[in-house]
């Protein structure tokens, strides 16, 4: 409890130094003292970052699903805006000497030059200069405002750009991956993997149709929906969920539980898929008619109510003659997957990286952020995602839903 408590200090104290310096460069140095513009602008620097802890917490405290849409938007938005702001503020950081010397040299060169054949006059004073080393107040504003101004444009540019690519949907990719023990008849077998979908309080039922839309028009043989279904509980998402019903693939859809169905009630959940006609794979295997087996198990965030992966169970007891696909969530757990012989691990969880550079910090906590890697005998596959957590934007990591095509080496 007390490391719990010093961490939230110390973030509430990062959040509040950060916000503080936002204020002082968006608003105290481009306004004026006691003006109604440094007024507003000091108002919504305090009303944003509570919006956004309150989208945050709104959820897990159970508020009603009206108030969570309704701080969803602005609180998560100003999250990514804050991040690409604070980003550009800093670079601005370096070109603002740079500007003052150039609009210094500018002025210098605009002034007349009077030439006079009477005594010189008394030099007068050199004016004091000011706290950041310009003698003129003006000169100083302006260069703040042009830095302000730019920084805020990158920021909400940025921003705008990876929101449209959230809410145009996810692109289909195609990925080709050869499997030794796949039979010559299962050689083209067309996987449709989507994760990290993430119905909530921002993405709903009209996200979920745009991704039904576009896995079915590529006539899969087999959905593999591996987990972050959702941010919410079944009552306030299940009407978000239902076109899930009318995915198509002409051996069925399956579905795996990640971490985000922990926090909203993974058995309901799982009950739920289930009437959609989804097949959960809790920790279970399955054998497809084009000859090789498809297990799924839990993800790891279960093992703190007693439930989380079991490898043993899932694949322990199989022909090991067969190629073997997983459904796991987390591709933390590649390694469990190479000792039990797993010949294709598919993922999702990194949503890699989601908003740039923090596809950097994804690669500290997994293995692989996306795309295709080899671990030992075991092929490893992490999609994007198509959708996002938190704010609804992508910035260097576009959404995706993936056509897996399995290749069989007798072809």
């Known amino acids: 409890m ?16 950060v916000h503080w310096y936002v204020w002082r460069r968006l608003v105290r140095d481009v306004t004026v003292p006691r003006s109604l513009a440094r007024r507003v602008g000091t108002a919504v620097v305090v009303v944003l970052p509570l919006l956004s802890i309150a989208a945050l917490v709104s959820s897990r405290a159970g508020a009603p699903f009206v108030l969570q849409q309704v701080v969803a938007w602005p609180g998560f938005l100003w999250l990514a805006v804050l991040l690409y702001l604070v980003m550009a503020l800093l670079v601005g950081e370096a070109v603002r000497p740079l500007l003052r010397a150039r609009t210094g040299r500018r002025v210098a060169a605009a002034l007349p030059v009077v030439e006079s054949a009477g005594p010189a006059p008394a030099e007068e004073p050199a004016p004091v200069a000011g706290p950041q080393g310009e003698s003129d107040p003006s000169r100083r504003l302006f260069v703040s405002r042009v830095v302000a101004g730019s920084a805020a444009a990158v920021a909400v540019g940025t921003v705008g750009y990876g929101t449209y690519g959230v809410l145009r949907g996810p692109r289909v990719k ?49 959905i593999a929906v591996v987990g972050d279904l959702v941010d919410g509980t079944v009552e306030d998402l299940g009407p ?11 051996h069925g859809s399956f579905f795996v539980t ?5 926090f909203s009630g993974a058995d309901a959940w799982v009950d ?13 295997r399955v054998e497809v ?9 839990d993800d790891v965030a279960g093992e703190g109510i007693g439930e989380g992966p079991d490898f043993a169970r899932a694949l322990g007891d199989r022909d090991r003659s067969r ?24 993922s999702g969880h990194t949503h890699g990286g989601q908003l740039w ?55």
């Open 289 to 297: 008619p084009a000859g090789f087996d498809l297990a799924g198990v």
């Open 174 to 222: 195609r990925v080709t991956v050869p499997l030794a023990k796949i039979p010559r008849a299962a050689h083209g077998y067309r996987i449709a993997v989507v994760s990290d979908i993430h119905l909530g309080p921002i993405l709903g039922r009209a996200h979920t149709q745009r991704i039904v839309d576009a896995i079915n028009a590529t006539q899969p043989d087999l």
């Open 357 to 411: 550079p923090g596809n950097y910090l994804a690669e500290l906590a997994n293995p692989t952020v996306a795309g295709l890697e080899r671990y030992g005998d075991t092929q490893l596959y992490v999609s994007r995602g198509a959708g996002a957590w938190g704010p609804p934007v992508r910035v260097g990591a576009p959404s995706d839903i993936t056509i897996v095509e399995l290749a069989s080496k007798q072809a």
């Open 240 to 250: 978000a969920a239902e076109p899930l019903a009318r995915l198509r693939a002409r």
């Open 323 to 346: 190629a073997a696909v997983l459904l796991a969530h987390q591709p933390i757990v590649v390694h469990d997957a190479v000792r039990h012989g797993v010949d294709l691990q598919l």
């Open 272 to 284: 739920h898929v289930r009437e959609l006609g989804l097949h959960p794979l809790r920790n279970a």
């Open 2 to 17: 007390v490391v719990f408590l010093l961490v939230l200090v110390v973030v509430l104290a990062l959040l509040g130094g």
């Open 258 to 262: 990640g971490n985000h169905e922990y």
